[in-house]
Structure formats: structure tokens, C-alpha cells
């Protein structure tokens, strides 16, 4: 039977987040929806990765840093999160994962970070995937309405990794970081994102693709897209179809809440229905 994880902890949640912008509300509505009673869909407990592992990625100054800033355990859960569903994809243990994640981080370089990012739980999750055995190719899609620029900047120069950004504004590098145009609907977005995205995984040949998904590209977000929450199943599934179709290639999603929480309650159970392979609408 294909599995997909879902991994969390209640330590991500947050009831005093800003903008009412909580991860543990889109949890909820996963629950809601009985999607745990399912046998084919797994909750896993993310458990926080040890300092030492973030230091492959961040230097020992920005750790401290974090840790001054009360923002540590948020953080290393977070990527914990992420670390594990690689572990359990990439080990075949389950067919894909959604990693719930309760702050940001692809605006977290080697020794910095801004807007409510921290550490770079891609970057971490790669290091340690690579220092395991685990992998060497990746491909990350960021359709956050902001630039990865944390994340760019940290497989800069990295030929293994393909780094596809839907911010209309970044500077490409070569041809595995590639900055695109959004869209400003539903239907004009997910036709781009199907004509762009599948091609350049196929021809990369990744074992892993993961899909950055940033609810701020909502229509009730801050940022300046429309979307609705019904775009982010409907990505999935492109993302989904792309993995199966390529030989051996995973598929891990990465969701945190920069949206209204109803976003994240609506959103997440439509996510985890494409990923397990059930009718979403
Ligand atoms: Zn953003
Ligand atoms: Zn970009």
C-alpha cells in the first residue's frame, strides 16, 4: 500500500501567532476531515534535529543568535519536520509527505535571516540526506509569493540542486536556478506551473523533489497574489503526477502557515487528499 506521512508536533503550534496565522489550525483540519482514519495516511511526531546538524548549514554565531532570540525549539522542530519526511521517503518507508512547519525559512542564509525566518529547513534536510546516504539530487519548487533567497544563496554554485522560484523577480543562475513569473489566478498559475515545472524535473533527474508551498500567495494573505486555497491541491497534483512519472523521484511538501488560518484549515486536507490519492473537491 502507498502511505503518505504527515508530520507535526504540537510544540509548532502557536495560539498567539501574529495575524491569527497558525500552523496548528491547518493540523486541525486534517483532523477534522477523519484523514488520520485512513490506513494509507500516517501522522508522524516531527522531534526537533540537533544543533550539529544545523551547523553544517548555519554558522555557529547565527546559532547563538537564534538561540538569544527565543526562537530555537520553533526552529530545529521545524526542520525536524522536514528532516524526517526526507528520511521516510527517501528510505521508501512511505511514498510522499507533508511536513507541517511552524515558522518560516527560505529567507535564512549561512549567518542571517529576515521576515520571521530562522534556519533553513530545506538546506538542513538536504545536508542531511546527503551526509546519510540518503541522496545527492534535489529539486526544490518555491511557489511562496516571496524569493527563496536564503535558500538560492546556500545551493548557489550546487549543480545537484535545482532551485525553481515562482517570485517574477530573482536573477537566475545557470540552468538549475530559475526564477519564474507567478500568476494572478487560479487557472493562469496552475496552466503556467503545468507547461514550466514538469519539464525541468524530468530533465534534471532529481531523487527528491520538495515543494516549498507558501499560503501567501492567498487572496487573504499580505502578499499580492489572489489565489485560492483550491490552487494548492491542484499544484500538488502536477507535482505529484511529475514524481510517479519520473523513475525512483520523491515527493515531500513543505507547508507553513504565512496565511490566515482558515487558509491552512482548508488548504492542508485538500494537500494530503492528492498526496494519498483521493478526490479532493
Ligand atoms: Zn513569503
Ligand atoms: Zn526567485
Given at each position: 500500500?502507498?502511505?503518505?506521512g504527515v508530520f507535526y508536533?504540537?510544540?509548532?503550534?502557536?495560539?498567539?501567532?501574529?495575524?491569527?496565522?497558525?500552523?496548528?489550525?491547518?493540523?486541525?483540519?486534517?483532523?477534522?476531515?477523519?484523514?488520520?482514519?485512513?490506513?494509507?495516511?500516517r501522522l508522524f511526531e516531527a522531534?526537533?534535529?540537533?544543533?550539529?546538524?544545523?551547523?553544517?548549514?548555519?554558522?555557529?554565531?547565527?546559532?547563538?543568535?537564534?538561540?538569544?532570540?527565543?526562537?530555537?525549539?520553533?526552529?530545529?522542530?521545524?526542520?525536524?519536520a522536514?528532516?524526517m519526511a526526507?528520511?521516510k521517503?527517501?528510505?521508501?518507508?512511505?511514498?510522499?509527505?507533508?511536513?507541517?512547519?511552524?515558522?518560516?525559512?527560505?529567507?535564512?542564509?549561512?549567518?542571517?535571516?529576515?521576515?520571521?525566518?530562522?534556519?533553513?529547513?530545506?538546506?538542513?534536510?538536504?545536508?542531511?540526506?546527503?551526509?546519510?546516504?540518503?541522496?545527492?539530487?534535489?529539486?526544490?519548487?518555491?511557489?511562496?509569493?516571496?524569493?527563496?533567497?536564503?535558500?538560492?544563496?546556500?545551493?548557489?554554485?550546487?549543480?545537484?540542486?535545482?532551485?525553481?522560484?515562482?517570485?517574477?523577480?530573482?536573477?537566475?543562475?545557470?540552468?538549475?536556478?530559475?526564477?519564474?513569473?507567478?500568476?494572478?489566478?487560479?487557472?493562469?498559475?496552475?496552466?503556467?506551473?503545468?507547461?514550466?515545472?514538469?519539464?525541468?524535473?524530468?530533465?534534471?533527474?532529481?531523487?527528491?523533489?520538495?515543494?516549498?508551498?507558501?499560503?501567501?500567495?492567498?487572496?487573504?494573505?499580505?502578499?499580492?497574489?489572489?489565489?485560492?486555497?483550491?490552487?494548492?491541491?491542484?499544484?500538488?497534483?502536477?507535482?505529484?503526477?511529475?514524481?510517479?512519472?519520473?523513475?525512483?523521484?520523491?515527493?515531500?511538501?513543505?507547508?507553513?502557515?504565512?496565511?490566515?488560518?482558515?487558509?491552512?484549515?482548508?488548504?492542508?486536507?485538500?494537500?494530503?487528499?492528492?498526496?494519498?490519492?483521493?478526490?479532493?473537491?
Amino acid at each position: 500500500m502507498k502511505e503518505t506521512g504527515v508530520f507535526y508536533s504540537e510544540a509548532m503550534r502557536n495560539d498567539q501567532a501574529p495575524s491569527d496565522m497558525n500552523i496548528g489550525k491547518g493540523f486541525d483540519g486534517i483532523v477534522r476531515e477523519g484523514l488520520f482514519e485512513e490506513q494509507e495516511i500516517r501522522l508522524f511526531e516531527a522531534k526537533p534535529v540537533t544543533e550539529d546538524l544545523v551547523l553544517r548549514v548555519h554558522s555557529r554565531d547565527w546559532v547563538q543568535h537564534v538561540r538569544r532570540e527565543g526562537m530555537w525549539e520553533l526552529s530545529v522542530c521545524s526542520a525536524g519536520a522536514v528532516v524526517m519526511a526526507f528520511d521516510k521517503v527517501l528510505a521508501g518507508e512511505i511514498h510522499n509527505a507533508l511536513a507541517l512547519v511552524g515558522i518560516g525559512g527560505h529567507h535564512a542564509g549561512r549567518d542571517y535571516a529576515y521576515g520571521g525566518c530562522y534556519v533553513n529547513h530545506e538546506a538542513i534536510a538536504v545536508a542531511w540526506a546527503r551526509e546519510n546516504g540518503r541522496g545527492t539530487r534535489f529539486a526544490i519548487v518555491d511557489t511562496d509569493t516571496h524569493h527563496g533567497d536564503g535558500t538560492r544563496g546556500l545551493f548557489s554554485g550546487d549543480e545537484d540542486v535545482l532551485h525553481i522560484c515562482y517570485c517574477g523577480y530573482g536573477k537566475g543562475e545557470g540552468s538549475t536556478k530559475v526564477c519564474l513569473p507567478h500568476a494572478s489566478s487560479d487557472d493562469e498559475f496552475v496552466r503556467r506551473f503545468r507547461n514550466e515545472v514538469p519539464p525541468l524535473i524530468r530533465g534534471f533527474k532529481p531523487e527528491l523533489v520538495l515543494w516549498f508551498c507558501g499560503l501567501d500567495t492567498h487572496r487573504d494573505s499580505y502578499g499580492t497574489r489572489r489565489l485560492t486555497s483550491d490552487c494548492y491541491p491542484r499544484l500538488c497534483e502536477v507535482l505529484k503526477e511529475t514524481a510517479e512519472d519520473v523513475p525512483l523521484v520523491r515527493l515531500v511538501v513543505r507547508v507553513g502557515c504565512n496565511a490566515p488560518s482558515h487558509v491552512a484549515a482548508d488548504a492542508l486536507p485538500k494537500i494530503v487528499k492528492v498526496l494519498a490519492g483521493r478526490p479532493w473537491r
